[in-house]
């Protein structure tokens, strides 16, 4: 039983995209799949399900954070059978040479959170990308003249927080960006047999200061998802 997913059984695709976002879910299911279907309203947390060159896909928003997105990535592979499971978000940069708008596949995903420590017994995990995706995300985004970096990024629990300049020690052990996604998406793939990465945009710097317009996240957003969906086929 789906306690968050209102979908039936059959209505999902085994390859998933996960935004945080519902609505980003529904901007990126109309603007690039066909034949859609909204298969759930709940919690007004949007998902939807297409074809994309005849390949077929599911979109669901996932929320923000790492208690959001274990619950939706729990309930999609083990009541839905999902086997796919691609992030796609938005991420701070935390190097100053790192633009607005650059694609980050993120290789692994590290973490302040306490999650993987209470599933680990204290010990530490290195949640990882599936490097099949990884390596033909690469691959695709070369094909499509889309320029991204490889790396390590940082997956935290808190938004806004006092300390200053805490995320310069990640920085300096060559992390390209923060998130708070990731390190459960990549956990819980690996736990259960599935395939996972986490494709991300940079929407702001947090060396710099710099943010990007609402008009050149929308457009940078169309390169993620593209890399994304040509991943799938």
């Known amino acids: 039983m789906s306690f968050h997913i209102g979908a039936k059984k059959g209505e999902i695709a085994e390859i998933m995209l996960l935004p945080g976002d519902p609505l980003r879910a529904k901007f990126i299911a109309e603007r690039f799949l066909e034949d859609i279907s909204c298969y759930s309203t709940v919690r007004n947390m949007l998902g ?18 790492i208690p959001s997105t274990a619950i939706y990535a729990s309930e999609l592979i083990n009541e839905f059978g999902v086997k796919t499971m691609i992030r796609i978000g938005t991420c701070g940069s935390i190097r100053a040479d790192i633009k607005l708008g650059e694609v980050i596949l993120a290789m692994s995903a590290s973490t302040d959170s306490s999650v993987n420590k209470l599933y680990f017994g204290g010990m530490d995990y290195a949640p990882a990308a599936s490097f099949e995706l990884l390596d033909k995300a690469n691959q695709k985004a070369n094909d499509l003249s889309i320029h991204t970096l490889v790396g390590g990024i940082f997956s935290t629990d808190t938004f806004y927080d006092d ?17 708070m996604e990731s390190t459960i998406l990549y956990t819980l793939a690996a736990r259960n047999n ?18 990007a317009s609402a008009e050149d996240r929308e457009k940078k957003i169309e390169d993620m998802a593209k890399i994304a969906l040509e991943v799938t086929v």
């Open 48 to 65: 939807f399900t297409g074809t994309y060159n005849g390949t077929r896909i599911s979109i669901q928003g996932a929320g923000m954070g």
């Open 163 to 179: 300390m200053p300049d805490r995320y310069k020690i990640w920085g300096d052990h060559g992390v390209l960006g923060v998130e």
């Open 194 to 211: 599935v395939r996972a990465l986490s494709i991300l945009t940079v929407s702001d710097n947090l060396v710099t200061g710099e943010v």
